[in-house]
């Protein structure tokens, strides 16, 4: 390790996997530019090419629409991070659904045993070091290991609900700015925690604490089938 990263290791603590040289897995850039929308996100047709991606907006606002519906939050702020595009790609999302505005664009690590560039394997377990998907709720900020903390609120049963207690959280980190990815290829990993860029994260958190929506992505299978979020007329249906 060279004196570089010896010295950036030092500043992030110890919540963190800094970036090697090489990454293991390549794939194209995925165009976010929105389409004419069928979908719930139609009404976002015209919104500037940094969107997310139709079918994530599309599952993001599904599951946003359903945890309101449950009592879960009533802020029309909803984050989303798309972890099917690798981490070198600006992938998560502050959205002011109320205002159809993007509010934060930016980079976001993902855990230690997901993956390297590409997050591939996600967990709810303690101790995987993994990242968790679906839907959380944010609640408060305190101050911690790493600086000002943002808490994290799993809400899906068996797919995110340990957040609390495996301390997944959201935090600013030195591993997480487009200077990492220029000279390694690839960010830095977390143990699980969503980590963005610490110049960008005291701004951030101030639009997303208290009671917003935070949906994670990936084109998981189970639990795609699985997420009452996602099956929300069924679920409510059924009360």
């Known amino acids: ?18 970036p090697g040289a090489t990454s293991a897995r ?27 991606r139709r079918d994530v907006l599309d599952l993001a606002m599904r599951a946003y629409r359903c945890g309101r519906a449950d009592g879960q939050f009533d802020s029309p702020i909803l984050t989303v991070i798309d972890y099917s595009l690798p981490s070198t790609e600006k992938r998560l999302w502050v959205i002011d659904l109320a205002k159809r505005q993007i509010l934060f664009h930016e980079l976001v690590a993902h855990g230690q045993n997901s993956g390297d560039v590409y997050a591939v394997d996600f967990s709810n377990r303690p101790q995987s070091r993994q990242s ?53 290829g690839e960010l830095g990993r977390s143990w699980g925690c969503p980590a963005v860029d610490r110049a960008v994260f005291p701004q951030m958190v101030r639009h997303i604490k208290e009671g917003t929506a ?26």
Not at 176 to 184: A, D, E, K, T
Not at 221 to 231: D, I
Request: glycine residues 6%.
């Open 1 to 18: 390790m060279n004196r570089w990263m010896w010295r950036t290791a030092a500043a992030v603590l110890v919540c963190c996997v800094l």
């Open 214 to 239: 935070l949906f994670a992505y990936y084109p998981d299978p189970h639990w795609l089938r699985q997420s009452r979020f996602l099956q929300c007329n069924a679920n409510l249906a059924a009360r």
């Open 26 to 52: 390549t794939r194209g850039s995925r165009s976010s530019r929105p389409k004419a929308w069928q979908s719930d996100a139609q009404r976002f047709r015209n919104a500037p090419t940094e969107w997310p």
């Open 132 to 184: 968790s998907l679906g839907l959380f709720r944010t609640d408060d900020v305190y101050d911690g290991r790493h600086g000002e903390t943002l808490k994290l609120i799993g809400l899906e049963p068996g797919i995110n609900d340990r957040a609390e207690e495996r301390r997944i959280v959201m935090h600013g980190a030195a591993y997480v700015n487009q200077r990492v990815v220029q000279r390694f």
